[in-house]
């Protein structure tokens, strides 16, 4: 009985210590984040969406998702990119339903704003996590509103 109570207590105090090693890395994480209030971007993303996309910003975009819809109005002469019928989208973003587009993005949660360079890989790659981030990333990469990108850096 004496060592069943001892593996009993040995076993409560690693879990323990594992569940505090759990919440020091979300802490971490959490001051990691709020750190970069811009959300995240990168550089130089390995995506090619093709000829279609060519010097456009696209969004890629899901109906079910409320941020989508906002960051969607937000833009203007963008490209919406979905794996939906267009049908089903109200905005007045021109809509492209590309399973093999979408297919290169899809591993990434919606919205995903590109910046697509004339060769049609995409050059900046943004996942805005507030609708008014849409304005600072585009003024990042030099395009207002979403328009075309006019250059291939």
Same mark, same amino acid.
């Given at each position: 009985m004496t060592a069943f109570l001892v593996i009993t207590w040995v076993a409560i105090v690693?879990?323990?210590?594992?569940?505090?090693?759990v919440l020091r890395e979300v802490r971490l994480l959490r001051a990691a984040i709020s750190r970069d209030p811009g959300g995240y971007d990168s550089a130089q993303p390995d995506i090619v969406l093709g000829e279609r996309f060519a010097g456009r910003v696209v969004l890629a975009a899901d109906t079910g998702c409320s941020?989508?819809?906002a960051?969607?109005?937000?833009?203007?002469?963008a490209l919406l990119l979905t794996h939906e019928q267009a049908s =089903?989208?109200?905005t007045r973003l021109e809509v492209v339903t590309d399973r093999e587009a979408w297919r290169a993005v899809s591993h990434l949660a919606p919205p995903v704003l590109m910046l697509v360079g004339l060769d049609g890989? =995409?050059?900046?790659?943004?996942?805005?996590v507030r609708a008014d981030q849409v304005d600072e990333v585009l003024d990042?990469?030099? =395009?207002?509103?979403g328009a075309h990108a006019g250059s291939d850096t």
């Open positions: 690693v879990l323990f210590l594992g569940l505090a090693a941020l989508c819809h960051v969607a109005d937000r833009l203007t002469g =089903v989208w109200e890989r =995409v050059r900046r790659l943004s996942l805005p990042e990469w030099g =395009v207002r509103g």
